[in-house]
């Protein structure tokens, strides 16, 4: 018999598994409808009849759907994405820099807006209803209503434009650039991702916060004796974490999905641009695999911060 809390995990991995099955099927049915032909893109509009037939019996294009899938599911699950349409190597050596590249830009985003947006969503609580609470309140609200893209264009226009000329505007990476400059290409869109990150968490913290600080056992604190700046920290924080571990788990799926628009602003090398190319081109094989990692990622964080709320909150153990 296992452990109850094993349990949970196990049947939480088995759901997640089916969840990626499903949403295998449904990736693979939407670029198979995509409108357009794989061989047509690759060989051109002045390609012959038998030159468009014969590269789809090259690549496989001429077979069952159902053929199609089993061999790409059966390829997956032995590691191996399939081949590019257009360049002909492995989608996995493709994707490869254009993951690390994203891969980066996520790492760099996240560790700066989740400390962030707790900080100030736990200050907002502490200073509620006075200046400081206001300001940020409404200031987040208007980050909030933004879409990346306008954050984006914003932020190249007062730091890398007309106002102030700091960092570039664009994007490109190159191996070759000293750790410093490439540093500098990461400014923008870190940024960018943070302004429009952040928001959700902060809001979110700062009401549980909140709820915590009005909560009875606070109140016996306070008439205990004990000063505010080690309620706050010794039992307010810990108590309102919880709740904010789902948001915190969205905001990094947000930024999984968010990260191909802000890649698409800055002409970021990331796979936004990975991506787009795969969807002018009908390379099939690298969209597939593109979109499945990606609900691979939204599948494992969900997973992550469900056990993660368990174990931050001993009413949960207790109930596992």
């Not at 010794?234 to 799926?253: C, E, K, M, W």
């Not at 991506?275 to 979109?291: E, G, K, M, N, W």
Request: with cysteine.
């Amino acid at each position: 018999m296992l452990p109850p809390m094993l349990r949970l995990v196990v049947w939480r991995v088995a759901v997640g598994a089916m969840t990626l099955l499903a949403l295998s099927t449904l990736i693979f049915g939407a670029t198979q409808a995509l409108p357009g032909d794989a061989a047509v893109q690759i060989l051109g509009t002045h390609a012959t009849a038998e030159q468009i037939v014969a590269l789809r019996t090259t690549l496989g294009l001429d077979r069952p759907v159902i053929v199609q899938y089993a061999a790409w599911l059966t390829g997956i699950l032995h590691g191996d994405f399939g081949n590019s349409l257009t360049g002909g190597q492995s989608v996995a050596t493709l994707i490869a820099p254009h993951l690390f590249a994203s891969a980066m830009l996520l790492l760099f985003s996240f560790t700066t807006a989740v400390p962030l947006a707790l900080l100030l969503g736990i200050w907002s609580a502490v200073k509620r209803d006075q200046l400081f609470d206001h300001v940020c309140s409404g200031a987040l609200l208007v980050f909030a209503s933004l879409p990346e893209f306008v954050i984006g264009i914003g932020l190249v226009v007062v730091f890398a434009t007309t106002l102030l000329r700091l960092f570039p505007p664009v994007s490109l990476l190159s191996p070759e650039d000293p750790i410093g400059e490439q540093l500098r290409y990461l400014v923008l869109p870190v940024a960018t991702l943070v302004v429009a990150s952040t928001p959700y968490v902060a809001r979110m913290m700062r009401a549980s916060m909140i709820e915590v600080l009005d909560s009875d056992y606070i109140a016996m604190a306070r008439l205990n004796g004990i000063d505010e700046r080690t309620i706050v920290f010794n039992y307010a924080i810990r108590n309102a974490i919880p709740a904010s571990i789902q948001v915190i788990a969205l905001t990094l799926i947000y930024l999984a999905g968010g990260i191909v628009v802000v890649e698409a602003v800055f002409n970021y090398p990331g796979i936004g641009v990975a991506f787009i190319d795969a969807v002018r081109y009908r390379d099939l094989p690298t969209v597939q695999c593109l979109s499945l990692m990606i609900g691979a990622v939204y599948v494992l964080t969900n997973l992550l911060a469900d056990i993660a709320v368990i174990l931050c909150t001993p009413r949960l153990r207790t109930q596992w």
